[in-house]
């Protein structure tokens, strides 16, 4: 090989090197609320985020070799900053509803909980029209719960809005709402706090299951990103079934949070 064709193989290289290089640097950023949702998500002091899924993007990321970043976004924001492109995945209890699925795709389900009620120990709830009719109930907007609530209770009930979970606890220990409707766990959660505690809120049960609920949680995606829907799948029907999982699940919430199918 002469230098001039040594010079041009030594050049092609050298660009077959970037173009790898630079794949190998794209970086996938993953979408949080910025406001927290124990045990799901948590900010640290040093503004690490840690909680379920924190720990389960660091092991799909791992699982897909990936470089992976976590992008805070205010929650009522976080499906339009997807469709603007400033984030590539939801991965942020988004549960996978007809109605979410008309703007953006869903991975595979990667948990599910049901919608739990929190009140007072000395407060009645029956979900039923008559049970609620006239109480004030807090709910986190966006919701599934916020989407049941104003679906069949709006009209009824007094239903206050927040935009975060942490607002509408704080608000249930003031004794500003008689009750009120979130995710299962996250009510646990809350439940185990002295606030909760020594404000006696205690669980009401689980609201019986209902199609606005949704079929479970999944990561939000553009609906053009199919090929990051496909290895996120793969990724996570691996992770499922792995001892992986089950020791995050047990270690988060003492039971198994797996959707029940895949």
């Known amino acids: 090989m002469n230098n001039k064709g040594l010079c041009g193989w030594l050049a092609g290289a050298t660009l077959l090197m970037a173009g790898v290089a630079s794949a190998q640097a794209e970086t996938l950023h993953f979408a949080l609320a910025a406001e927290p949702y124990p045990p799901f998500s948590v900010k640290q002091p040093d503004g690490k985020w840690t909680g379920f899924e924190p720990d389960l993007i660091h092991k799909l990321c791992a699982q897909m070799q990936a470089q992976c970043e976590i992008d805070e976004v205010a929650w009522d924001g976080i499906i339009p900053a997807l469709l603007a492109k400033k984030v590539d995945v939801i991965f942020n209890s988004l549960s996978i509803t ?13 948990y599910d909980t049901p919608v ?78 002295p606030d909760a505690q020594a404000a006696g809120i205690v669980s009401k049960g689980e609201v019986p299951y209902d199609p606005v609920f949704g079929r479970g949680v999944g990561a939000g995606l553009r609906k053009d990103d199919a090929a990051l829907k496909a290895k996120l799948d793969s990724a996570i029907g691996q992770l499922l079934a792995s001892d992986d999982y089950k020791a995050l ?13 895949q």
């Open 116 to 193: 739990a009620v929190a009140a007072p120990a000395a407060t009645d709830v029956v979900i039923s029209p008559e049970g609620l009719k006239g109480k004030t109930i807090g709910v986190q907007i966006s919701t599934v719960s916020s989407e049941y609530l104003k679906k069949y209770y709006e009209k009824i009930a007094n239903v206050r809005y927040y935009d975060t979970q942490d607002s509408v606890n704080a608000d249930l220990v003031a004794g500003r709402i008689d009750l009120m409707l979130a995710d299962g766990i996250a009510v646990g959660a809350f439940l185990k706090s």
């Open 249 to 261: 699940s047990n270690q988060y919430f003492g039971i198994s949070v797996a959707p029940k199918q």
């Open 98 to 110: 007809d109605e979410r699925e008309k703007q953006i795709a869903f991975s595979i389900p990667y």
